[in-house]
């Protein structure tokens, strides 16, 4: 199976590559339009800021071309979030996949600090937060598992939310929509749970 | 919610684990990938390596082991010791660390905080902090606790948060080794004050003082290292024991 991440100024990725080698794939690093085109999967990672990193994907023509990606894609932390409409952080024109805003937590307690940083659970089925069923992304985790987040913007809950994180308010800790795929918390650090949920992308 | 986090702390010598008594004495632990691994699947929620070595040879055996610990362990780690620029910073964050973790050199130019906040993202900046209680209230203390400086532990915590800390990791000098507890009333006044999660570190010889270390110190994650190492408290034990104690853990 051929695996591309895309390159750009995205800061440390270092951990994702890592995370694939462990499930047996060794992942190409490119910004390639033919290699991203032909992959078999394809994971849009993500650390950094996310004026930067969207002037960059433009002036790389990245921008049109993740967004005409046919195969399943994967967006990781910021790049869940520059798969979104518009971010709060430096005002932000993003990709547009998923049609929802992505806003900065603006917690009202102490203890809530940000960004939020460790090991919070996500709800994979939940009526009340209408995800009726658990996505295959997410499939064999339990009901609450824990996964590590380190984040200051979030994406509200809309139709595409497979998972429900609660931190200062219920929010979209995971996105689906066609073959696009998007994770706020970091799958390859988050132990045994995220390694299953690389390899449940892996089987999409 | 989020969870309380369980941190074992591995000090390493030459690419060995190994372990400071009250800050002098050392004795080996084993391998720093087995027992990091160990420790991941009994259910830490992050491992914090300090390099213990000052020598430049030292240093590249440490990059090095730093790059296998991130080639094969699944869980976020920080990791400490000899970081004095940036570029070191740069060095340990390319061979795959999540975090690095500054003392002395943040207490000689705070600046650094800054620079490693503004090149990095303050998420991978932990500050570390060794103080002690004196005549003058808490005060910080350099080159692993041998150096005492004029600096106040909660003014120097509050610099830190604002110059950019993604964390403070507070090691009390008065209770470190000891067994006898963390310093819950310090810890208390760590996080009132700061708007960055607060790391409890020094003083855990029972399961008790875990739970204290949140209840009482309202810590975020709590630290330690023989007790874990020798095997006087189980990471699987400790947190069973936490959550029927009502904390939020993994």
């Known amino acids: ?204 | 919610m989020l969870a309380k986090r369980i941190i074992p702390c591995l000090d390493i010598k030459d690419g060995q684990t190994v372990k400071g008594v009250n800050f002098v004495g050392l004795r080996s632990a084993g391998d720093p990938i087995e027992l990091g691994k160990a420790y991941s699947d009994q259910g830490a929620d992050e491992l914090v390596y300090l390099d213990i070595t000052a020598s430049h040879e030292g240093r590249k055996t440490f990059t090095e082991l730093v790059g296998r610990i991130a080639r094969e362990i699944n869980i976020p780690f920080t990791v400490g010791g000899g970081i004095n620029e940036l570029s070191d910073v740069d060095r340990l964050l390319n061979a795959g660390a999540d975090k690095v973790s500054i003392n002395s050199a943040a207490i000689r130019r705070p600046e650094l905080i800054d620079e490693i906040a503004r090149h990095f993202g303050s998420q991978v900046c932990v500050v570390a902090i060794d103080a002690k209680q004196t005549a003058q209230g808490w005060r910080c203390f350099l080159n692993g606790g041998r150096l005492e400086t004029e600096r106040d532990l909660f003014v120097w915590a509050k610099e830190a948060n604002d110059r950019g800390a993604g964390e403070i990791l507070f090691t009390s000098m008065d209770h470190d080794g000891v067994k006898e507890g963390f310093a819950n009333e310090a810890l208390a006044s760590l996080a009132s004050t700061l708007s960055i999660p607060v790391i409890a570190s020094g003083g855990a010889g029972r399961m008790e003082h875990f739970r204290d270390a949140f209840t009482e110190g309202h810590a975020d994650a709590a630290l330690a290292a023989s007790v874990f190492h020798f095997g006087e408290i189980s990471i699987k034990e400790l947190k069973e024991y936490l959550r029927k104690e009502g904390i939020c853990i993994r």
């Open chain 1, 1 to 204: 199976m051929k695996v591309a991440i895309v390159k750009y100024n995205a800061g440390n990725i270092c951990s994702v590559v890592n995370a694939l080698e462990r499930c047996g794939v060794t992942p190409i690093l490119t910004d390639d339009f033919e290699v991203l085109k032909c992959a078999d999967r394809v994971i849009f990672p993500g650390q950094g800021q996310a004026n930067t990193t969207m002037t960059y994907l433009r002036e790389h023509h990245l921008d049109q071309l993740i967004k005409d990606l046919r195969q399943p894609v994967l967006g990781i932390c910021i790049g869940m979030q520059l798969m979104c409409r518009h971010s709060e952080e430096a005002d932000t024109d993003c990709l547009g996949i998923f049609d929802v805003d992505v806003k900065r937590f603006q917690p009202t307690r102490r203890e809530d600090k940000v960004p939020q940083m460790g090991w919070n659970s996500i709800n994979v089925k939940s009526e009340e937060w209408s995800v009726k069923s658990v996505d295959p992304l997410l499939e064999g985790l339990g009901p609450l598992p824990f996964v590590y987040y380190v984040h200051s913007y979030y994406v509200p809950l809309c139709p595409y939310t497979i998972g429900v994180t609660d931190y200062v308010q219920p929010y979209s800790g995971a996105l689906h929509k066609d073959n696009f795929y998007a994770v706020q918390f970091h799958p390859e650090k988050s132990g045994p749970v995220g390694e299953r949920i690389i390899r449940n992308f892996l089987a999409l």
